[in-house]
């Protein structure tokens, strides 16, 4: 057993105007109220102010979607972590597999955003996760090896109170597949593994959700291993009734 609080989050996507948000919290917020999880709900950027003032006061905390490494600029679609801090943001996803395979993330500038995150005060959701070709080539490991030396490069075990990690196998993300509770513990494991190697004993402290498909129907299982500390919840965080459950999971 471990002191390490689980979070759930919900990824929401490119989905849902202010209008949808609003109709969505109010039906989540009665929903969680009781959960003994950290509760977040990473909305589009529009939809941020709205999400903030319906969940004040609540057990919900709200994130971004991505955060710029700048302060300010010439970066036509980015967002700065103070424009999110003014509307009340407490957390922002960096990395996400779509992020990298659609719009050219890499590892170095996850760890520009990263940095520049936890600076602004900002609690930084890492994602991390191999494609179905390395799995099936047997390099996982080698894959998130890279990805954590690469993304978390030169930041102090001290910053880590404010980084989350996500493993999310690229594989098993808005496709129905799940990786089983031991593919995605061992990844997990893994990952801990890695992070002892960069920051010590702090790594026993750091979450590390698991980000693939989960869901209602498989939460308790993944939930239910060691290193296992939450999720980001992509398509299930859409319907209150279905992210609430996994929030409220039993393990």
Not at 3 to 25: D, F, S, V, Y
Request: with cysteine; aromatic share 6%; hydrophobic share 45%.
């Amino acid at each position: 057993m471990t002191n390490r609080k689980p979070i759930i989050a919900g990824n929401w996507k490119m989905n849902n105007t202010k209008e949808n948000a609003e109709k969505l919290l109010k039906e989540l917020i009665p929903l969680v109220a009781d959960a003994t999880a950290e509760v977040v709900v990473c909305v589009p950027y529009t939809a941020i102010e709205t999400a903030v003032k319906l969940t004040k006061g609540t057990n919900i905390a709200v994130g971004s979607q991505n955060v710029s490494w700048a302060d300010s600029g010439a970066f036509t679609g980015e967002i700065s972590a103070d424009m999110l801090l003014e509307l009340g943001a407490k957390y922002a996803i960096i990395g996400h597999s779509e992020r990298r395979t659609m719009f050219g993330e890499t590892d170095e500038t996850v760890n520009k955003r990263t940095k520049q995150a936890i600076a602004k005060g900002l609690i930084a959701i890492v994602c991390i996760g191999e494609t179905l070709a390395e799995r099936q080539g047997g390099i996982t490991e080698s894959v998130l090896k890279t990805q954590i030396l690469g993304g978390l490069k030169d930041i102090p075990a001290s910053d880590f109170d404010k980084i989350v990690i996500a493993y999310e196998p690229v594989w098993a993300i808005g496709t129905g597949l799940v990786a089983t509770d031991e593919q995605a513990e061992a990844a997990v494991a893994y990952t801990r593994r890695e992070l002892a190697a960069l920051i010590g004993k702090k790594a026993n402290e750091v979450c590390i959700q698991y980000g693939g498909s989960m869901n209602a129907s498989n939460v308790d299982g993944l939930m239910a291993q060691p290193n296992i500390d939450g999720g980001l919840i992509g398509g299930a965080s859409l319907k209150a009734v279905d992210f609430a459950r996994v929030v409220k999971f039993s393990a």
